[in-house]
């Protein structure tokens, strides 16, 4: 996801988003543990997206406020 297409979501979207990036992100967790994780930059690249999101919904809260 890009951020531009972040920018479009509304709070409601971009906060399931996250949810579903740490579900992801839980998952790939798992896999590296049990070694079966084969591109570990895919932890990174989650996480990464978690804080675009949650940094998006913050702009648009005090945008509202």
Do not use: C, G
Not at 3 to 20: G, I, P, S, Y
Not at 34 to 43: D, F, S
Not at 50 to 64: C, D, G, H, P, R
């Amino acid at each position: 996801m890009k951020l531009q297409e972040m920018r479009e979501k509304t709070v409601e979207e971009l906060k399931n988003a996250v949810v579903d990036f740490k579900k992801q992100l839980l998952d790939l967790r798992v896999q590296k543990a049990t070694n079966k994780l084969e591109n570990t930059a895919l932890i990174a690249k989650t996480k990464h997206y978690i804080s675009q999101i949650k940094t998006v919904i913050k702009e648009k809260e005090e945008q509202n406020a």
